[in-house]
């Protein structure tokens, strides 16, 4: 800037505040400039800072997933497991008690002295209830596992009350009880097998810790529901232990004398009735007796027609001097089968696996008339396929029974399949002879 002379302080003065506002416009230009810079430079660094976030939140989330498919895949294992182990646990516990119960059916045919009959009558009974208590077992373990799935289906209650007022009709004249249960024409939606097993457990458990007085069961209608009561006279249950006799091995009361009890039946009952969506409720009093209740759905479809009454028909007792091929891995199982057809007055030969039985056909002087097969041998031999060799072995279509401590639903298809008979372990002796007379005829 150049002075010039005459020029007088105030001109000066001027052209300063002129150079300061041009240096200031210049200056606020600049900042401008310089905030621009800055500002997409930090919206850079944020956009790099999101995208870290973003690859951390993802592998994050990939690894969340991958955890819970490991977890899901480990209740799966274990839930196979699970099942898997209650079929082998039910076989194995069901192969010595089945040995048992042939081998005591024995001995009743050989003890002719009063004494010796009450004892084996003691021991059957004790038979009867370890092998209830180890279908309960079973039973919970299914559940838990989820490999017993209800199957639903219109029918008329009265089918499933019926048979449990004769079946506990003896049981109740017994202990001294009076058993009502009033018959009803209502139609349900439930699984019959289920709601058979929950009313059996009611009824079993108010005719156990009822002393006098009777048990009553009655049917009421409420909306599109029915409402199946099971009423006793027994001391009631104290309202600190209404929920917990619904747990395994929880009971409210001692046995009466004579009878046992685990404390299963109540809690097979809250589980079959959760799978069923029935609510159970209780209502008692102390010293006043207790009241079960199950709401079950009305069916607005008509129930099949019922099957036509089953022909009775009389087989004759042909089973002294039948010969019978008895194939069966298990020793005691096959000594107590051995032990027991004899006494019926049976020839038998008994083999473990198909290919020894071709062996003791080759030498028997005439073939079977019934071949009776375990349907789980070993090395993985199934009872089927040793028959099937006995046959071609024979020439000739043998009658042939299948005995198995499976009790699944595959071992049914496999009897349906091959058109054999099949007992369910442990065979009772009355069955397993009333069917070898039918198999002979």
Known sequence: MTVHQGESSDDLKRQILKLEKINRALMSRVERSVDSQFNAFSLFETAIALDHQVRRRTQELQQAMRSIEKARMQAEAASSLKSTFAASVGHDLLQPLNAARLALSALGEMQTGPD?????????????????????????????????????????LNDVMEPL??????????????????????????????LRRILQNLLANALRYTSHGGVLVGVRRRGKDVLVQVCDTGPGVPEDRRDAIFQEFQRAHNDSPGQTGFG??????????????????????????????VLI???????????????????????????????????EVSEAMLLLLERWGCDVAVAVSGAEAVEK????????????????????ELGPEA?????????????????TADHSPRAEEIARREKFEMLLKPVRPAELRSLLAFLLT
């Open 361 to 380: 056909l080759r030498v028997l002087s005439d073939p079977p008339q019934i071949v009776i097969a375990d349907l789980h041998l070993n090395n993985g």
């Open 116 to 156: 010796g009959g009450a004892l084996i009558e003691q021991v059957d009974r004790c038979l009867v209830t370890l092998e209830d208590l180890i279908r309960t077992l079973l039973d919970l373990s299914k559940l838990d596992a989820g490999v017993m799935q209800p199957e639903i289906r219109s029918f008329e």
């Open 165 to 194: 007022a004769r079946e506990f009709a003896h049981f109740a004249q017994k202990r001294g009880l009076k058993l009502k249960i009033f018959a009803t024409r209502s139609t349900v939606r439930s699984d019959p097998s289920m």
């Open 264 to 293: 299963l039946g109540l809690a097979i009952v809250r589980r079959f009735a959760q799978v069923l969506g029935h609510p159970v409720s209780l209502a008692s009093r102390v010293g006043g007796g207790s009241t079960f209740s």
């Open 387 to 403: 028959i099937r060799a006995a046959r071609n072995a024979c020439g000739q279509e043998i009658p042939a029974l299948l005995v």
């Open 297 to 331: 759905p009305l069916s607005e479809e008509a129930p099949p027609p019922p099957a036509p009454p089953p022909q009775l028909v009389h087989y004759p007792n042909r089973i002294a001097g039948a010969k019978i091929l008895v194939i069966e891995n298990e020793p």
